[in-house]
C-alpha cells in the first residue's frame, strides 16, 4: 500500500482527519505567509531562515524552534516525494491558505513530483466541517493537474519577487485552474497601502470596528472577520495589525487609559488583554474621513511577500482601477 501524507493549513484540520479516521501522516504547515519577509532566495534552508527570524521578531516562538520545525518539515516533504507517496493537500479559499498552496505546489513540482498528489480545496473553513464530511471531501479528491502546477510556480515566483507588478498581472488574469487565487490575490492587494488614506484593508477595517462600538480587543477581532469575504487572519497577526495603529507618536488608536497596549500573554486566555478598552483617536478620525494619509504621520517599513514597503518607496492600491501606483 502507498503510503500517504496529508498536508493542512494548520494544526485544527490535523484533529479533524483524525477524528474522521483518515489514515496517513499529517504535516500542518504552519506559516503566516501573509506578513514578513518572504524574498526570493538560492535556497529552501535560507527562506526558512528569514522566516523564523521574522516569526521570533514577533514574539510567537523561539527562532531554533521555528527553524527546527520547518526543517522538519521540509524533510517530511521531501522524503514523500522521493518515495512516490500519495500526497493530498487540505486547504481553504482564503488569502492565509491560497499562499501556502501555491508554495507548496510549486516546490513539488519544481523537486520532480508531479504524480500522486491531490487537492481538497473546499469555499468553506476545514475547522467548521463536520467530520464526517472529512471522509467524503477525501472520496472527492482531485488531481493536480498540469495548469495547476503551472499556475501555482508563476504566482509563488511573482508572490516573492521585488517587483510587485508581476504578481498583478496574474491577478488580472484568468485564474480558474486554481478557483480561488483570485479571490485570495485580490484581498492580498487590499494589504497594500490604501491610495485613499495609506492604510491596509486590515487597518482601515480596525478603525470601522472602532467606530462601530466595538472597543475591546476579542470584540473587535471578531467584528473585522465579519467583515471579510473569507476570513484569513489569526488574532496573532490581528494584535500586531492594532499595534501598528498605536505604536507612534501619532496614534490612530488608543486605550481609553491612556496606558500603552499590551499584548496578550500566557496563560492563554490573558483575561486583563481583553478588558483593554480601546478608542479612536482624532488622527483615526480624519484617516477615516481620507483627510489624512497614513505615511505622511507614520513611519511604513514592511514587508508584502518580497515587496519590502517603506514610507518614501511605497506602493499603495487604487481600489477602484485593481491597480498599484507608486506614491511620490
Not at 474522521?20 to 503566516?32: E, F, M, V
Amino acid at each position: 500500500m502507498t503510503s500517504v501524507l496529508h498536508i493542512t493549513n494548520g494544526d485544527s484540520a490535523v484533529a479533524k482527519l483524525d477524528a474522521a479516521g483518515i489514515t496517513g501522516k499529517n504535516l500542518p504547515w504552519r506559516d503566516i505567509l501573509h506578513d514578513g519577509p518572504c524574498p526570493q532566495v538560492e535556497s529552501d534552508e535560507e527562506l526558512i531562515d528569514i522566516r523564523a527570524a521574522y516569526i521570533a521578531s514577533c514574539g510567537w516562538a523561539e527562532v531554533d524552534d521555528v527553524r527546527r520545525s520547518f526543517l522538519n518539515r521540509l524533510t517530511t516533504l521531501k522524503e514523500a516525494v522521493a518515495q512516490g507517496h500519495e500526497i493530498n493537500l487540505w486547504f481553504e479559499h482564503d488569502l492565509y491558505d491560497q499562499l501556502q498552496l501555491i508554495q507548496i505546489l510549486a516546490w513539488i513540482k519544481q523537486n520532480g513530483a508531479s504524480a500522486n498528489v491531490h487537492l481538497i480545496n473546499p469555499d468553506t473553513h476545514l475547522a467548521y466541517i463536520p467530520n464526517d464530511d472529512y471522509r467524503a471531501l477525501h472520496k472527492n479528491r482531485q488531481a493536480i493537474t498540469p495548469q495547476q502546477y503551472d499556475l501555482a510556480i508563476k504566482s509563488w515566483s511573482a508572490f516573492s519577487a521585488s517587483d510587485p507588478g508581476k504578481l498583478l498581472q496574474i491577478y488580472h488574469q484568468n485564474n480558474n485552474a486554481l478557483p480561488w487565487l483570485n479571490q485570495a490575490l485580490h484581498r492580498w492587494f487590499q494589504e497594500y497601502p490604501s491610495k485613499e488614506n495609506g492604510l491596509s484593508r486590515s487597518q482601515q477595517q480596525i478603525l470601522h470596528g472602532l467606530a462601530a462600538g466595538h472597543s475591546y480587543p476579542g470584540a473587535l477581532f471578531r467584528a473585522t472577520g465579519d467583515m471579510e469575504e473569507a476570513a484569513w487572519c489569526g488574532d496573532s497577526s490581528f494584535w500586531r495589525y492594532l499595534q501598528s495603529l498605536m505604536a507612534t507618536e501619532h496614534a490612530a488608536v488608543a486605550l481609553t487609559s491612556g496606558q500603552p497596549f499590551k499584548l496578550p500573554q500566557p496563560p492563554f486566555p490573558d483575561q486583563a488583554f481583553n478588558q483593554q478598552e480601546l478608542q479612536l483617536t482624532d488622527i483615526g478620525r480624519q484617516l477615516i474621513a481620507g483627510k489624512l494619509h497614513w505615511a505622511d504621520i507614520a513611519i511604513i517599513d514592511r514587508w508584502m511577500g518580497g515587496v519590502q514597503l517603506k514610507s518614501n518607496k511605497l506602493y499603495c492600491w487604487d481600489e477602484d482601477e485593481k491597480r498599484l501606483e507608486m506614491r511620490d
